[in-house]
């Protein structure tokens, strides 16, 4: 990938779980994405954080970012059956484009 | 709301065709991307406009070229194609202010036989 690491490669939980995926990355950023794929399907923006949060919240998603460290975290919380999807990292540089990481793919089990 | 459109949305093509991609971004969004994605790797970077100018240019083989139109939307042009290109092809628009994430289209998934 052109940024960094997404750990883990895969996760599989049981429903009503939290799910924990984290993301590094190498160079300075504007701000950084999270993005949901199901099987070969579009890619879907969860949330965005900017360079200047720390944590950031929207329903059961909670992302945090740590520039020091240049890394960021996933957390879904109470995880269902349709979070089944592999979750992306994006940095925006601030330039003309996303940087996305390799992706953590989570398995919900019924 | 209207999404990020793109067409077709699967291609069959032979080794040495041409293909043609195409994008319709979300009006009022100035900003047009595309991406490739292979089998099982994380979507690549390929070129982007800005107001119908190429603002950046990541790891797009000579063989690609791209513009957008006047009425913001942009085409991929694939020449010579190999088996290695197939993928699937993203494109993604955003606002220039920046306040919300890149909104991408269900993309078109290439197939090179």
């Known amino acids: 990938s052109q940024q960094g690491e997404e750990d883990p490669q895969a996760l599989s939980i049981q429903e009503g779980e939290n799910a924990t995926m984290n993301c590094s990355y190498k160079?300075?950023?504007?701000?950084l994405q999270w993005y949901r794929q199901n099987s070969g399907r579009g890619l879907v923006h969860l949330i965005l954080i900017r360079s200047n949060e720390r944590e950031k919240h929207s329903g059961r998603l909670r992302v945090t970012l740590d520039t020091s460290k240049k890394s960021s975290s996933l957390l879904i919380t109470a995880s269902r059956a349709a979070d089944t999807a592999s979750y992306f990292c994006?940095?925006?540089?601030?330039?003309?484009?996303?940087?996305f990481g390799a992706g953590t793919t989570v398995t919900v089990r019924a | 709301a209207a999404g990020v459109i793109q067409s077709p949305r699967h291609l069959i093509k032979e080794k040495r065709e041409t293909a043609t991609l195409k994008c319709y971004p979300i009006?009022?969004?100035?900003?047009v991307y595309w991406y490739q994605q292979g089998p099982g790797q994380d979507p690549q970077f390929l070129i982007s406009f800005y107001e119908k100018m190429q603002s950046d240019k990541g790891s797009i083989p000579d063989r690609f070229s791209a513009q957008q139109f006047s009425d913001y939307h942009s085409e991929l042009n694939m020449s010579s194609l190999e088996l290695g290109d197939s993928a699937l092809y993203f494109c993604?628009?955003?606002?220039?202010?920046?306040?919300?994430?890149?909104?991408f289209g269900s993309g078109t998934r290439l197939t090179v036989v």
């Open positions: 009006p009022r969004h100035d900003t």
């Open positions: 160079t300075s950023i504007n701000n």
């Open positions: 994006a940095t925006d540089a601030g330039d003309y484009k996303l940087s």
């Open positions: 993604a628009s955003r606002a220039e202010d920046r306040v919300y994430g890149y909104t």
